[in-house]
């Protein structure tokens, strides 16, 4: 069996060729030759100091050392999350990715191909062909807190292989949000990237994944494993790796290791003093499971609209996958029916005003 290794680096957006040279000596890719497909996380249209999207000084250093492997392709690309023509070059311009992407970005949400996936009342998904297609897949996350999923690791930036609504659908149709971080894992389990270099110089804390609480971490990690990956973020934010779903679920799916004591740390691996965590972390990481158990049953998280910050654009109700939110009278997004909404967030990732908060 192959050992679990996490590279943890200090890096810094104007210095970080070492860090990266060092992630891709120690993971040795196979890149010459073949057909590479970058892919940063690409949350939404966000300016890079919003610290939601990976950043570009990351994404180039990546692409100029992919370059030098002379690969016969190259592509970066990725599905953001707001729908609509033109959105995903929109959203990677404003992000500073393309001009980061030194000519490689690619909408690879135009060209899709099938593939069986079950969940509820569907059969398959589409996934971009790039992904499908690509002798090597290199995932770029950010290093996040997620309301609904604690952290947006490696295993959450697959969720973007998923070209269209088809995000939303899923979302629907896993209803919980246990249930939710499976099918993030089956999403993932598609088409594993197989290097992983994250973004941690600036992190996010809070209520992420679109928060205004960034944190300097000062940090690049890497890994061709990303349930160790995810377990190493987990523990840096203060979370137990056994309490996130995602990687119970994707360890007992022999997607990787999670128990800290057998994955290889290379580097300085400690806890971020104070991270601010997503409300929702406190019923998850409570010590005694029969309190965990009724906080999952008696207490939801719903979306609050903060009406000093919402512009009233409307794109929270225009995403909702569930249909929950209405513009009544013209004022501000409300949820007339509180059983309607499946609390997927999806209107607190999108909202271009961070006006959404959980209550
Ligand atoms: S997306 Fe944000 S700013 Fe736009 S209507 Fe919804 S809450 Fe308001
Ligand atoms: S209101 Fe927000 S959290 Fe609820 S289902 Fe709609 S997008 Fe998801």
């Given at each position: ?30 890149l ?48 953001p ?69 604690l ?10 292989i ?12 896993a ?13 993932f ?67 990787g ?6 994955i ?77 909404c ?18």
């Amino acid at each position: 069996m192959r050992e679990s290794r996490v590279l943890i680096c200090a890096a810094s957006y104007d210095h970080l060729k070492e860090a990266v040279d060092s992630a891709f000596q120690l993971f040795s890719p196979d890149l010459e030759g073949k057909k590479v497909l970058i892919k940063p996380n690409v949350l939404r249209d966000a300016r890079p100091e919003e610290g939601i999207t990976t950043h570009p000084a990351v994404l180039k250093a990546v692409v100029e050392k992919v370059i030098s492997y002379r690969p016969t392709a190259l592509w970066v690309g990725d599905n953001p999350g707001l729908l609509g023509y033109g959105m995903n070059e929109f959203c990677f311009a404003r992000a500073g990715l393309v001009e980061a992407a030194c000519g490689f970005y690619t909408n690879i949400g135009i060209e899709a191909v099938e593939v069986p996936f079950h969940l509820g009342s569907i059969e398959k998904i589409s996934i971009s062909r790039a992904v499908i297609e690509a002798d090597v897949v290199i995932s770029l996350p950010k290093f996040k807190t997620h309301g609904l999923t604690l952290l947006t690791g490696a295993v959450k930036n697959s969720y973007g292989i998923i070209p269209g609504a088809q995000k939303a659908t899923l979302h629907r149709l896993a209803g919980s949000s246990e249930r939710f971080q499976e099918v993030l894992v089956e999403v993932f389990r598609l088409r594993p990237p197989d290097f992983f270099i994250v973004d941690a110089i600036v992190g996010m804390e809070g209520n992420g994944p679109a928060s205004t609480e960034l944190r300097d971490i000062g940090l690049i990690l890497a890994s061709d494993d990303a349930m160790a990956l995810d377990a190493v973020i987990a523990y840096m934010m203060g979370l137990e790796p056994t309490s996130l779903r995602t990687l119970t679920y994707g360890h007992e799916g022999g997607l990787g290791e999670i128990a800290l004591e057998k994955i290889s740390i290379i580097g300085d691996l400690r806890r971020i003093p104070n991270f601010k965590l997503p409300p929702r972390a406190g019923d998850i990481t409570g010590r005694d499971e029969r309190i965990r158990e009724l906080m999952r049953k008696r207490v939801k998280e719903r979306p609050s609209v903060n009406h000093e910050l919402c512009s009233r654009c409307g794109t929270c109700v225009a995403q909702c996958p569930a249909h929950a939110l209405e513009m009544i009278m013209g004022g501000y997004p409300t949820l007339p029916n509180l059983d309607r909404c499946i609390a997927c967030f999806c209107c607190q990732e999108l909202c271009p005003e961070k006006a959404i908060t959980l209550q």
